[in-house]
């Protein structure tokens, strides 16, 4: 049976307990709550921003629309401008003149089907316009509180990481002269039993699994010598005799 000094042993448990509140910190870290708030902002964010490109394109391509539309009013309107002109000026002969006056006729049906069109393109754009402005505006609040939250996480980290560290530096000087062999099977079992390597055995119960002994192996192990390394029959983590 592995043997390690009994007070090696003891020291175990003032180990397990750094180790389980070093564990204990990094689960905080990983599980803070703004760290779920941080992911909902940017899930919307990335929506938002997708909403924000898609109008800039259709704004984009509405004011195309708006100013092809008023070149082809003021295409219209300059033909007939000339018509007129030539109208007033009653050049021509009379068949001439009443062919201007047609033309005049079809530029004015032209001419209101066509600003129409512009109309509907201006308000299209407007419209446009708006939401792009709202989705660029709820995508910077959302960047901004993002933001805050992510100084919020960047702060708890760094507390919590110096906390781990004191917690690191703690444990060097505690585990410093710990028998080897009792170390590495300590952070052996703490490995494959959850952060718990060691527990102390207490008025007949395993603290680690807090399972009853029955009184044959509580027997069993009171024959042991001191430096034994015993383990749970139940959890197989080492059990610590003599802790207070």
């Known amino acids: 049976m592995p043997s390690a000094p009994a007070a090696d042993q003891i020291r175990l448990l003032d180990v397990q307990d750094i180790d389980l509140r070093a564990q204990q910190a990094r689960h905080r870290r990983d599980h803070l709550p703004v760290l779920t708030q941080i992911a909902e902002l940017e899930s919307r964010l990335k929506d938002l921003d997708e909403a924000r490109v898609a109008t800039a394109t259709?704004?984009?391509?509405?004011?195309?629309?708006?100013?092809?539309?008023?070149?082809?009013?003021?295409?219209?309107?300059?033909?007939?401008?000339?018509?007129?002109?030539?109208?007033?000026?009653?050049?021509?002969?009379?068949?001439?003149?009443?062919?201007?006056?047609?033309?005049?006729?079809?530029?004015?049906?032209?001419?209101?089907?066509?600003?129409?069109?512009?109309?509907?393109?201006?308000?299209?754009?407007?419209?446009?316009?708006?939401e792009h402005a709202s989705a660029k505006e709820q995508v910077d609040a959302i960047t901004a509180q993002v933001e805050e939250l992510a100084a919020e996480r960047d702060a708890a980290w760094n507390e919590i990481d110096e906390e781990?560290?004191?917690?690191?530096?703690?444990?060097?000087?505690?585990?410093?002269?710990?028998d080897a062999t009792l170390l590495a099977l300590y952070d052996k079992l703490r490995a494959a039993q959850g952060g718990i390597g060691a527990a102390a055995l207490a008025q007949g119960q395993c603290l680690g699994c807090r399972t009853v002994l029955n009184p044959g192996d509580l027997r069993d192990i009171e024959t042991k010598a001191p430096d034994a390394i015993v383990r749970c029959e139940e959890c197989g983590r080492i059990l610590v005799r003599g802790a207070k």
Do not use: F, H, W
């Open 58 to 130: 259709r704004v984009s391509d509405l004011r195309r629309a708006v100013q092809k539309a008023e070149d082809d009013v003021q295409v219209v309107r300059d033909r007939a401008a000339r018509d007129n002109a030539r109208l007033s000026a009653g050049q021509g002969s009379p068949k001439d003149l009443q062919a201007l006056q047609s033309e005049l006729e079809v530029l004015g049906r032209r001419q209101s089907a066509l600003e129409e069109v512009e109309l509907e393109a201006m308000e299209a754009l407007e419209a446009a316009e708006g």
């Open 164 to 178: 781990v560290a004191t917690l690191e530096r703690d444990r060097n000087l505690v585990v410093d002269g710990i």
